[in-house]
């Protein structure tokens, strides 16, 4: 009877192995994170959550350009920009991304291919973020980010990845008509509509005093230091830098919290430094009055829909709005004109009451 138990659990524990193994096999050999290499056969490349994918695209995938952003550049299809100015293009995406971790994608991308093309949504909140924050952080899965190959243990024995994103990535290649250049997209999600804008908009209550240069200028010189140094060192690539279109909301809650001037500075600064190189592009569309004065554009203060995403490439393209040292002063100017158009004309239609000083 001994002899038995010692061969039924010897056989048991042999067959765990194997099935460790063979589970193990299979995620390394499917890999939906691309943590090891790029889709496999006839897989698609389905990605859809950046914290977890975007770093394995980065080292992994083959391409020439690479989009940057936070969320609102999630919406841009990559093939937009390959039709527009050739190559192949992925996304180095972080949600709320701050200039540090854009910094960390693209050199990460430099390291890993011979890009020659770099589209970076510049975000004014990510040009006054701190610029000493430490990316990637523990709000990542860092084993994906590490060159750790023992805490790989962590993905390769994941259930969710076992019975959900396997299993995900293989319905969107065979059983949807999944487009690859829609990486993270959310737009086919969401409604774009005034009614939704304005009640996702918590208005500030009052108007707080204008923030002073000596409170902003510290964080937006250091993080446009960041950009500036990776576009020094690299004058093979093309920088086009893109100055999203935050809606009237937006620059409405900036004016109330005393943040105009921080973010036209930025802007200012941006411009000022980095449109020196010859091997960069600025494209804003941030004053473009009829687009960020239309609220059915968005679906809240920031995010717009995947239309204007389109229109922005097209834009682009076609070499329209685009800053140079001659005329960033002005169509900056023409932005703090227009906040002010947005305090005096604009949001009286939706917010009639005085507006107090604190």
């Given at each position: 009877?001994?002899?038995?138990?010692?061969?039924?659990?010897?056989?048991?524990?042999?067959?765990?192995?194997?099935?460790?193994?063979?589970?193990?096999?299979?995620?390394?050999?499917?890999?939906?994170?691309?943590?090891?290499?790029?889709?496999?056969?006839?897989?698609?490349?389905?990605?859809?959550?950046?914290?977890?994918?975007?770093?394995?695209?980065?080292?992994?995938?083959?391409?020439?350009?690479?989009?940057?952003?936070?969320?609102?550049?999630?919406?841009?299809?990559?093939?937009?920009?390959?039709?527009?100015?050739?190559?192949?293009?992925?996304?180095?995406?972080?949600?709320?991304?701050?200039?540090?971790?854009?910094?960390?994608?693209?050199?990460?991308?430099?390291?890993?291919?011979?890009?020659?093309?770099?589209?970076?949504?510049?975000?004014?909140?990510?040009?006054?973020?701190?610029?000493?924050?430490?990316?990637?952080?523990?709000?990542?899965?860092?084993?994906?980010?590490?060159?750790?190959?023992?805490?790989?243990?962590?993905?390769?024995?994941?259930?969710?990845?076992?019975?959900?994103?396997?299993?995900?990535?293989?319905?969107?290649?065979?059983?949807?008509?999944?487009?690859?250049?829609?990486?993270?997209?959310?737009?086919?999600?969401?409604?774009?509509?005034?009614?939704?804008?304005?009640?996702?908009y918590s208005r500030p209550e009052s108007v707080q005093p204008m923030l002073s240069e000596e409170e902003y200028k510290e964080n937006v010189d250091a993080n446009i230091t960041l950009i500036e140094n990776v576009?020094?060192?690299?004058?093979?690539?093309?920088?086009?830098?893109?100055?999203?279109?935050?809606?009237?909301?937006?620059?409405?809650?900036?004016?109330?919290?005393?943040?105009?001037?921080?973010?036209?500075?930025?802007?200012?600064?941006?411009?000022?430094?980095?449109?020196?190189y010859e091997n960069v592009e600025m494209y804003y569309f941030q004053n473009k009055e009829e687009l960020i004065t239309n609220l059915d554009n968005y679906m809240d203060t920031v995010h717009f829909s995947d239309?204007?995403?389109?229109?922005?490439?097209?834009?682009?393209?076609a070499g329209e709005y685009q800053l140079t040292l001659d005329n960033y002063q002005g169509e900056i100017e023409k932005m703090r004109d227009l906040s002010e158009k947005i305090q005096e004309e604009y949001v009286?239609?939706?917010?009639?009451?005085?507006?107090?000083?604190?």
């Open positions: 009877m001994e002899q038995k138990q010692k061969k039924f659990i010897r056989n048991f524990i042999i067959q765990v192995v194997v099935l460790l193994l063979g589970i193990g096999a299979v995620v390394v050999v499917i890999d939906p994170f691309f943590h090891y290499h790029e889709p496999v056969g006839s897989l698609k490349a389905i990605v859809t959550k950046a914290e977890y994918q975007c770093i394995g695209t980065v080292h992994n995938f083959e391409y020439d350009g690479i989009v940057l952003g936070s969320s609102v550049a999630e919406n841009y299809n990559n093939r937009w920009f390959d039709e527009a100015f050739g190559g192949t293009t992925i996304k180095g995406i972080k949600s709320s991304a701050a200039t540090v971790d854009l910094v960390y994608y693209l050199e990460e991308a430099l390291a890993s291919n011979e890009v020659k093309n770099v589209y970076y949504s510049m975000d004014i909140f990510a040009l006054t973020a701190d610029a000493n924050k430490e990316f990637p952080d523990d709000s990542l899965p860092l084993y994906l980010y590490n060159e750790n190959p023992f805490d790989d243990v962590q993905y390769i024995w994941n259930k969710d990845v076992v019975f959900e994103h396997i299993p995900y990535m293989f319905a969107m290649t065979y059983l949807d008509d999944y487009d690859e250049g829609t990486s993270y997209n959310w737009a086919q999600y969401k409604t774009f509509s005034k009614e939704d804008t304005l009640q996702h576009v020094k060192a690299h004058p093979e690539v093309t920088f086009r830098f893109i100055c999203p279109p935050y809606s009237m909301l937006w620059w409405d809650a900036a004016y109330r919290n005393g943040e105009t001037e921080q973010n036209l500075y930025a802007s200012t600064q941006a411009a000022e430094r980095l449109l020196v239309e204007i995403n389109h229109a922005i490439v097209e834009w682009m393209e009286v239609e939706y917010f009639s009451e005085e507006t107090t000083q604190d």
